[in-house]
């Protein structure tokens, strides 16, 4: 296909790193079925959004996209899938412009269908299944390999289970494949993720530390972080085993939704406000030891759930302070039509809210700034990545820390040691 036969393509995506992982994929496949991918805002064949669900403010910047790329091009067909795709599907379908929709577990049918829908043939296929692979090939260093979707936790606040269905599993065997595929192509980082990236094996029966133990083991990849783990799934022989000397680097992406034990309960949470503490400093210990590098924990903390008071606020700051991650995540509770948290009493108010994040975010600051302090002086090593900022390259080391320094072309992509 080429020329002026060519049918041309732009993919969108919002939410997480698992859509920008799954958006990366059918990118692939779309051009290896002959398409031309073209920023959205050109005249394009077919759009393809990959919608986010994880807030009403993410469900209407969903429909806001689509409604957008159509008048782009009114002629064009439009594709959904995502999150807000699933759960949103009838107000999808009803907005001019839609061709097709996709939920969860129909991702495997994106790129066919739309191929079936432009009038192509094509030898693309990828095999139905209870979990679609993913991995991103946009950047030249790093990659994110999707490795898990779903959840069965059902927390009281929260959609994802409803979105992207129960917890499933790639096999072993395949993550270690796309594993080795991203490094064919010069990709140094993998980054793991996954909805609950910990509660890998539900459906194969493998475990996640025998996931990490093969994929250490894939040549070219020298650096692994692991996304979205549970603080309960984060298990002392998994950091015991990272400890021993392995390609995973000391950084972890862990929730805690809140610092108040009264909460954790009330939303099903699976642990309480002393086994996160223990959780973190067992990893301390095991990975951080005078002259090398301390451990970055970013965690996720949601301000505002119903019921939460100032004075409970005040628990979860004062554990926040006390535990000292490297970032705070910070988000205010969205009211998920459908979930329990949403017919609550005690639901706090949106101002209430605005105060309680810029409150934790200037904490996040004050943190982040002690952290980068705190390694002043450690020799590390650094991934630089290939753009230029005016004049300047940027790279992170294992323990995340962003290094800025002249532009020097033959270091992009390259693992250079610098002393923070």
């Not at 910047?61 to 899938?81: E, G, M, Q, Y």
């Not at 049918?109 to 192509?120: F, Q, R, S």
């Not at 862990?254 to 309960?265: K, S």
């Not at 948290?341 to 943190?367: D, F, H, I, N, Y």
Request: glycine residues 8%; charged residues 25%.
């Amino acid at each position: 296909m080429s020329g002026s036969n060519c049918k041309k393509i732009a993919l969108l995506t919002l939410g997480c790193k698992l859509n920008y992982a799954e958006t990366s994929t059918y990118e692939r496949l779309f051009r290896q079925a002959g398409l031309e991918v073209v920023p959205w805002s050109h005249k394009a064949d077919v759009y393809l959004v990959n919608t986010c669900s994880v807030t009403a403010v993410a469900d209407a910047k969903s429909r806001n996209l689509v409604r957008k790329v159509h008048r782009v091009n009114p002629d064009a067909a439009v594709i959904v899938t995502g999150c807000s795709a699933q759960l949103r599907r009838s107000e999808i379908e009803a907005i001019p412009g839609v061709s097709l929709v996709f939920g969860c577990e129909q991702k495997s049918a994106v790129v066919p269908d739309t191929l079936k829908l432009l009038g192509l043939t094509s030898a693309v296929s990828t095999p139905p299944g209870p979990v679609f692979a993913a991995w991103s090939s946009g950047e030249r260093t790093r990659s994110f390999l999707k490795v898990q979707d779903g959840c069965d936790n059902f927390c009281k606040y929260c959609t994802v289970p409803y979105a992207r269905g129960r917890s499933r599993n790639v096999p072993i065997s395949e993550c270690v494949e796309n594993a080795a595929k991203a490094a064919a192509l010069g990709v140094k980082e993998i980054v793991l993720t996954g909805v609950n990236t910990g509660d890998f094996g539900r459906t194969t029966g493998e475990s996640f530390s025998d996931l990490l133990k093969a994929l250490d083991k894939v040549d070219g990849i020298e650096r692994y972080r692991i996304s979205s783990i549970e603080p309960n799934l984060l298990t002392e022989e998994i950091v015991d085993w990272i400890a021993s000397g392995t390609k995973f680097q000391p950084h972890f992406h862990i929730p805690l939704q809140t610092g108040c034990d009264e909460l954790l309960q009330k939303m099903g949470r699976r642990y309480d406000t002393a086994f996160f503490a223990s959780r973190i400093d067992y990893v301390r210990k095991a990975l951080e030891a005078p002259g090398r590098p301390k451990v970055f924990f970013g965690i996720d903390v949601m301000v505002g759930l119903p019921g939460e008071t100032e004075a409970l606020f005040r628990q979860t700051y004062a554990f926040l302070e006390q535990m000292r991650p490297a970032f705070i995540h910070v988000f205010p509770y969205s009211r998920r039509p459908g979930t329990p948290a949403a017919t609550m009493p005690g639901q706090v108010a949106e101002a209430v809210k605005k105060e309680r994040v810029a409150a934790l975010e200037s904490l996040c600051a004050s943190l982040h700034s002690d952290f980068v302090e705190a390694n002043r002086g450690i020799r590390e090593r650094v991934l630089f990545e290939s753009t230029d900022h005016g004049g300047f390259m940027e790279g992170y080391t294992g323990n995340y820390i962003r290094i800025r320094r002249p532009w020097e072309e033959a270091l992009c992509g390259q693992l250079v040691d610098v002393t923070i």
